[in-house]
């Protein structure tokens, strides 16, 4: 996950797992052999509590000696028409961790507890293989190190080296989806599996492995089907399950820019099983069957001409 020579970048919010992730880069970084700074991201959803988390982290970071990189965004003025605010706050956060990272990893808190409230969290919405693999360990230059560690080794760890660390007090309210899981559905998931953290996490494994051999397998049909940039062959599309299938419109979608909401991908499939037809997934981006392939056009007066 890191090696001789890697910078690292712990995202510290002052909570209890983030202070422990940087306590232990910390501890280890002249044995691995890395170099650490920290990152800090004010939301201003809290007013001096959000203020007063970044100079807590600003202390900490003085303390230890270490480079610190803060943004100060405003997600409620930056808030998109369907985003949620949390999932606002996440893309606001994960848009600033890449603008500080360049050749270097980025290392975030997450932990096994989080995982799982992911898994319940998108099963709850309802969701694809994908939705129940959790969060990876590693993805691209973003490391997870805590990630096999439950919020209460978390909190232990801090309590055994004498840690400090604040408390965001929106984790505290049911007003989130994420905190009703949490506070309401885990606790009596755990009365009926105590090891329930283990058990979530040996799932998402189990079903990563599956889930990258089911993309190789869509990959490779894809890949034969294509017979240019934006052309595929339908007759050898419609030899793949339904399951291989959705994967392939999902690729095909991501790949042109177009988002694979179930129900775009749903009607591709449709007109792919159909050998006919044409859909507007979104705007500006046209998917039509003629002649036996699949187009995907990206303005009106293509689609026209096709």
């Known amino acids: 996950m890191i090696n001789k020579g890697d910078t690292v970048i712990a995202a510290v919010s002052g909570g209890a797992d983030s202070v422990a992730l940087l306590y232990v880069l910390y501890s280890l ?21 959000s203020d007063s988390d970044e100079r807590f982290v600003r202390r900490m970071c003085r303390f230890l000696d270490i480079p610190l990189y803060t943004a100060s965004i405003k997600v409620n003025d930056l808030r998109q028409k369907h985003d949620s605010l949390e999932e606002c706050a996440r893309r606001l956060r994960y848009e600033f961790f890449e603008s500080i990272s360049k050749d270097r990893l980025i ?14 969290i998108n099963m709850v919405r ?10 990876p360990a590693k993805r691209d230059n973003i490391i997870r190190p805590l990630l096999y560690n439950t919020r209460e080794d978390i909190e232990l760890y801090c ?9 965001d007090s929106t984790n505290l309210s049911d007003d989130y989806t994420r905190n009703k899981i949490r506070h309401k559905v885990v606790p009596l998931l755990k009365e009926i599996n105590p090891s329930l953290f283990g058990a979530i996490s040996r799932l998402s494994q189990s079903v990563s492995d599956d889930d ?30 339904d399951c291989i299938l959705r994967r392939i419109v999902t690729m095909i979608f991501k790949d042109n820019d177009i988002p694979p909401n179930m ?27 003629r002649k036996k392939k699949l187009f995907v056009v990206t303005d009106r007066e293509k689609f026209r001409r096709n």
């Open 263 to 289: 129900k775009a991908v749903e009607s591709c499939v449709g007109i792919i099983r159909a050998g006919q037809g044409k859909i507007n997934p979104c705007q500006f981006r046209f998917v039509q069957i």
């Open 107 to 120: 290392a975030t808190a997450h932990t096994a507890s989080d995982n799982c409230e992911t898994i319940l």
């Open 159 to 167: 309590s055994e080296n004498c840690l400090d660390y604040v408390t």
């Open 29 to 49: 970084k002249d044995e691995l052999g890395f170099s650490l700074a920290a990152c800090h991201v004010n939301h201003n959803l809290r007013g001096e509590e």
């Open 212 to 241: 990258r051999y089911l993309d190789k397998i869509a990959s490779e049909l894809m890949e034969k089907a294509r017979t240019a940039d934006v052309k595929y062959d339908v007759g050898i599309l419609r030899t793949a399950d």
């Open 126 to 135: 309802g969701t694809a293989l994908s939705g129940i693999c959790g969060i």
